[in-house]
């Protein structure tokens, strides 16, 4: 049965993401009576589908191990990504505070991190780093939530094995050498002999990694702090009096509910993906799917903007873009699938309908996403040979030995003996395709692109495949049978959003906060300016603005009448 939702709370929390999460817990932990609701049943927002990668520079998890990032080379890097479009004070905020942020997540909330090594993605730019500034969850044991388990949304099944196996960066080796080494293959056994037993007693993983092992460390944390996520419950109104947030409309089951606050609201609702006047209105209508939830339709932008909030819509680029392909759903219909590091193989290209290439498959998936939506009918082709595809399996389609039949009968991935057979088939000139694949043959056995430079630059190279050479991203297309997926250009969120302080404050258009009103993860616009220079850029600022912003209220007073 639903608990009862309060009449009031020191602070009502609005979306159960990692920002809303993490701002929930931090106000907890300063003693305050945090309510917080969630419109979807499920809780862990659009981190529950990703990576779980911090963007966080100077982080005391890799600094710990290396040569700390040298002071202020991280600002210099998104001064260059964003230009005149940086808000220079809010970055700089992030980047004293990020560190510190992830420190206390560390220590009170019981996160558990590892520092990869992940290179930011644009090598020319001036205060580029190989590596240090990004870190990842840690795998965690679902089995601690118990029964709240059942309250966390599930990854993506495309980005999952065997029907919902997740698997972190470290397991892909030992996965995808089980034939070749005994070692990987008992690792690969130990994984998989978890998975199923898992399915068997809780009937979903419970190893959870990436993105689910974040939020499921966060709902665990917010838990523990006596602070239970109400679901299902929608944001409807800002209550403004004098000025000031004293708290908000809510819904739930179709009936309406005051809650009134004495120290404020923390809008955390996921942007505005799904706010299909809001995408028009920015030039995205028509543009392809948004893999974030479905409940993202701008609840919070949409209410703060309505009692005077200001909305920032100058920014390099209103949406991350990411490669996606559709993949057939059981029931019908089709789901995205992100397209981040197939195309970055050897083995791999892309074209468009005339046949050729137009980029380095290996570019980032932001940069490479709009170029696509630029392609005749906004579509192109990925292209894979037998060699490439039976090692590192291609979009939805898993490697050797996963069976990928379905995808086959279903037509999500293309088979054909030559060349010229895909071409037909999928409607691509067959003379430019013939022209394009020689020419990168030509050059492919010395690791070259003269072209586009696949592979060309460090971070290419990172998500290129390690230990082939002479280049990590550069084979022959070659061994027939030849592979291919139709790709489109998606989104994996919003980087529009509301005005903020260094604070998490909404701003008026005359830059005065709202007081008692503040805004977190995407529900705030791009502490990045709208670009997207390295690896966890989202996360890195949510969690950090969470925390500050659970901070702020904490040492606030109460409203006045409280």
């Known amino acids: 049965m639903d608990r009862p939702l309060p009449d009031a709370c020191d602070v009502l929390v609005v979306g159960a993401g990692a920002g809303g999460m993490a701002a929930a817990f931090t106000a907890a932990v300063g003693g305050l009576d945090v309510c917080l609701i969630e419109k979807e049943p499920v809780v862990g927002g659009s981190t529950a589908l990703s990576g779980g990668v911090i963007w966080a520079p100077g982080n005391s998890i890799f600094a710990g191990k290396r040569e700390a990032d040298p002071a202020g080379s991280a600002l210099t890097y998104l001064r260059a990504e964003a230009g005149n479009r940086l808000d220079e004070a809010l970055a700089a905020r992030f980047l004293a505070e990020a560190p510190r942020a992830i420190d206390f997540l560390v220590a009170q909330a019981g996160l558990r991190l590892v520092a990869p090594v992940y290179p930011d993605y644009h090598p020319d730019k001036a205060g580029w780093s190989a590596g240090g500034r990004a870190v990842r969850p840690a795998p965690f044991d679902g089995r601690r939530l118990g029964n709240d388990l059942a309250l966390l949304r599930q990854p993506l099944p495309s980005m999952t094995l065997l029907g919902g ?259 037909q088939r999928l409607g691509i000139d067959p003379d430019g395709f013939a022209g394009t694949l020689a020419e990168w043959n030509r050059h492919a056995p010395s690791g070259e692109d003269p072209a586009f430079g696949k592979g060309s630059d460090a971070y290419q190279r990172h998500i290129g495949e390690t230990g082939h050479h002479p280049n990590p991203c550069v084979a022959p297309v070659a061994g027939p049978p030849f592979f291919a997926i139709r790709l489109r250009a998606g989104d994996i969120g919003t980087f529009v959003g509301l005005r903020t302080n260094h604070d998490a404050q909404v701003l008026r258009a005359d830059g005065t906060p709202i007081e008692g009103l503040h805004a977190v993860g995407n529900d705030m616009a791009s502490v990045m300016g709208g670009t997207y220079p390295g690896p966890g850029i989202t996360l890195g600022p949510a969690l950090t603005f969470g925390v500050l912003a659970g901070e702020f209220l904490a040492a606030s007073p109460r409203s006045g009448g409280w």
């Open 165 to 423: 196996m997740m698997v972190s960066a470290e397991d892909i080796v030992p996965l995808s050498q089980a034939t070749r080494s005994p070692g990987a293959a008992l690792v690969a056994a130990r994984l998989v002999g978890r998975y199923a037993a898992d399915r068997l007693r809780h009937g979903r993983a419970t190893r959870l990694t990436n993105g689910n092992a974040l939020v499921g460390a966060l709902l665990h944390a917010v838990l523990t702090r006596g602070v239970r996520p109400h679901t299902g419950t929608t944001l409807r109104e800002i209550l403004l009096e004098g000025g000031r947030v004293m708290g908000a409309v809510v819904a739930r089951d179709g009936a309406t509910h005051r809650v009134r606050t004495r120290r404020g609201v923390v809008l955390a609702t996921g942007g505005v993906p799904h706010d299909e006047a809001l995408r028009a209105d920015l030039g995205l209508a028509g543009a392809g799917p948004s893999l974030a939830p479905a409940g993202s339709t701008g609840d919070g932008v949409r209410a703060a903007r309505l009692v005077g909030g200001a909305f920032r819509g100058a920014v390099a680029s209103p949406v991350a873009w990411v490669p996606v392909s559709d993949v057939p759903s059981p029931g019908g219909g089709t789901t995205p699938h992100p397209h981040f590091f197939d195309r970055s193989k050897p083995g791999f290209i892309i074209v468009d309908r005339s046949g050729r290439r137009f980029a380095s498959e290996a570019l980032s998936y932001h940069d490479l996403g709009p170029l696509i939506a630029q392609r005749a009918g906004g579509e192109a082709f990925l292209i894979g040979d037998a060699p490439a595809v039976r090692r590192h399996g291609i979009g939805a389609a898993r490697p050797w030995p996963a069976p990928n039949g379905g995808l086959l009968r279903a037509g999500y991935l293309v088979r054909e003996a030559t060349p010229q057979a895909l071409a």
